[in-house]
């Protein structure tokens, strides 16, 4: 075979900007892009099968723009050098649109063909029908916009794009692929080892059961279960595995409604305990998860070391509102204590700005939690109406007064009214939920209910350094700091002034050495808690109010003791008490006597 033409596919993950204007970049980021990954992936299958024919080359190029600088000029001269090509800006937020359409203005000007993709285009297309501003401006520079997932499609884009006639609108919302025995997502390993701690991503399923109205997930991949095979996943694994990567995010938005979950798990479990691969895992799950048999006990033998749970918040009112019914006050506590028995690191979501908050009732409910749910770590984020979701459909049609700049759609800033608060408010609710959960001596508290557990102290220890720091040094939220913030002089938003040279890296270089000294010496402030616990000798011993044995009959503790909270325990009272009678009437032996 000859090869007689090349045809370069550039595949770019944007960030966004900060408050400054700056993009948000760093020498090592945190997350891995899934979206990335899988579209590489289809995208080396469309190679390997010659989908532009078998004289042509698809050389593939992907970068995530939060810990590589892009260049429109570079990339358009790698695709003018190749001779054909495009660039897909791929898995675009709302929040990383504007940025999408800064990177996207230059390589249009150069008659670049560009497509993008992701949650913002799908969004809109699934909850408004395209209706859009961003998407009218994106349009009008004779971008492609994608909506819908790339598994069996990209093949006809990569064709259109090569002859020139690259449709305005791929929409494939009401057609979603199949997983099984779909290409891997995959990335080179020395991109991988721009991330934090060198780890991968891959989605085991995608969709997810419930009706969350603040969600997007349900509006783009569906409410219903599909599903990579166990085969499929230990092909993920094995071929990472193979190029020196150990450590991977399952991108699924809940892993415990994965059908497939416990299939997957025993194949992991194989790898790990048979094959003695050294392999560890971070999932998401819902706050039910301890009630499927098994599941947590498999998850931590598969190496899951670290677990997100959308907690959300404590008050039912704010949860029934939110169509979150799947979240029960009653089992957090349970739940939470089964994966500290089983020594996994629980990350929680929690959301301000329910109708029913104020600045005090959030800090009261924090203070509730600190003390009675055993939560490791606590991240909070803006109630907000993301685009793609019921909340933003709603808000459109109502006409509510929403924040016009999708910059701000990160779940870190205000973006749409209250009826209690005032964005001031609202604000400094944000700022004080972190520093009243983040003391020095909640921090004690819960690096001692890790060691208690015989859980991993260091490990805690070096997460809560990052959540704090980020928080504290960086103003940046968590899941979006990484290590040593880049910024680039000339990669400033539109609008924002170019500062001058001799003003700009002075100041960069000591603002970057200052953070380096606080992040140090926060470091080796908690180190020494930390060795304090580490060698106690009664460690194990420890325990405390969330750490002890009691349920929603023990109305001595504040997390029942709210309106909201005693309506719902006692519902539950009335539902446990119906179930019981119906298992009785049956003949069946009781959870109590022993039975299922």
């Not at 078998?54 to 790698?78: G, Y």
Request: with cysteine; glycine share 6%; proline share 5%.
């Amino acid at each position: 075979m000859t090869i007689r033409r090349r045809f370069c596919l550039i595949l770019v993950k944007p960030s966004h900007y900060d408050d400054d204007g700056y993009v948000i970049q760093w020498m090592r980021s945190p997350i891995p892009s899934n979206s990335l990954a899988a579209l590489y992936g289809i995208a080396k299958d469309c190679a390997e099968r010659h989908v532009l024919g078998r004289d042509v080359a698809i050389d593939i190029h992907a970068f995530d723009e939060t810990n590589t600088r892009i260049r429109p000029k570079a990339l358009a001269a790698m695709i003018q050098a190749a001779g054909a090509g495009m660039v897909m800006l791929v898995g675009v937020q709302s929040n990383q649109f504007p940025r999408a359409l800064d990177l996207a203005r230059p390589l249009r000007a150069e008659k670049i063909p560009v497509a993008i993709g992701g949650f913002h285009v799908s969004g809109v297309t699934s909850m408004l029908g395209g209706v859009d501003r961003d998407l009218d401006d994106a349009r009008a520079l004779g971008i492609s916009l994608f909506a819908g997932e790339a598994e069996g499609r990209l093949d006809r884009v990569l064709r259109d794009a090569d002859s020139g006639r690259l449709a305005p609108t791929y929409d494939y919302m009401d057609d979603l692929p199949g997983l099984e025995g779909a290409p891997i997502p995959l990335m080179a390993a020395e991109r991988v080892q721009r991330t934090a701690g060198a780890a991968t991503s891959f989605d085991a399923g995608r969709g997810c059961p419930y009706q969350c109205s603040f969600c997007t997930i349900i509006n783009v991949q569906g409410r219903k279960s599909r599903r990579r095979s166990p085969d499929d996943i230990e092909t993920i694994v094995r071929t990472n595995y193979a190029q020196g990567l150990r450590s991977f995010f399952i991108t699924d938005d809940n892993f415990a409604r994965n059908k497939d979950w416990e299939p997957i798990l025993d194949r992991l479990i194989h790898l790990r305990e048979t094959e003695k691969l050294n392999i560890g895992f971070i999932i998401q799950v819902d706050t039910l998860c301890h009630k499927l048999p098994g599941f947590i006990e498999k998850a931590a033998r598969a190496g899951v070391r670290r677990v997100f749970i959308g907690l959300e918040n404590i008050n039912p009112q704010n949860l029934a509102d939110a169509k979150k019914r799947q979240n029960k006050i009653t089992e957090y506590r349970k739940m939470l204590l089964a994966w500290k028995s089983a020594r996994v690191i629980t990350y929680a979501g929690y959301i301000l700005g329910f109708p029913n908050d104020t600045v005090e009732s959030i800090l009261h409910d924090i203070d509730v939690i600190k003390r009675e749910l055993p939560v490791d770590l606590l991240e909070f984020f803006y109630l907000t109406p993301l685009p793609g979701s019921e909340d933003h459909r709603k808000a459109v049609r109502s006409r509510v007064p929403l924040e016009p700049d999708l910059n701000r759609y990160d779940l870190n800033h205000v973006c749409a009214p209250h009826p209690r608060m005032i964005p001031a408010d609202w604000n400094e609710a944000y700022r004080l939920a972190w520093q009243r959960y983040y003391t020095t001596e909640h921090i004690t508290t819960i690096m001692k209910r890790v060691a208690a557990s015989g859980g991993n102290a260091s490990n805690a220890l070096f997460l809560i350094t990052w959540f704090k720091g980020s928080i504290d040094f960086e103003r940046i939220h968590p899941l979006e700091s990484g290590f040593l913030r880049k910024k680039s002089r000339t990669d400033r938003r539109p609008g924002f002034p170019r500062e001058p040279a001799l003003t700009f890296y002075p100041r960069y270089w000591a603002e970057t050495a200052v953070k380096l000294v606080r992040w140090g010496t926060l470091y080796m402030r908690l180190r020494r808690i930390y060795l304090g616990i580490k060698h106690d000798p009664q460690k194990f011993a420890y325990t405390d109010t969330a750490m002890s044995d009691w349920d929603a009959d023990d109305e001595a503790h504040e997390l029942f003791e709210s309106a909201a909270a005693k309506v719902f325990v006692e519902e539950q009272r009335r539902l446990q008490g119906a179930r019981e009678a119906g298992v009785a009437a049956l003949g069946l032996p009781s959870a109590a006597s022993g039975g299922a």
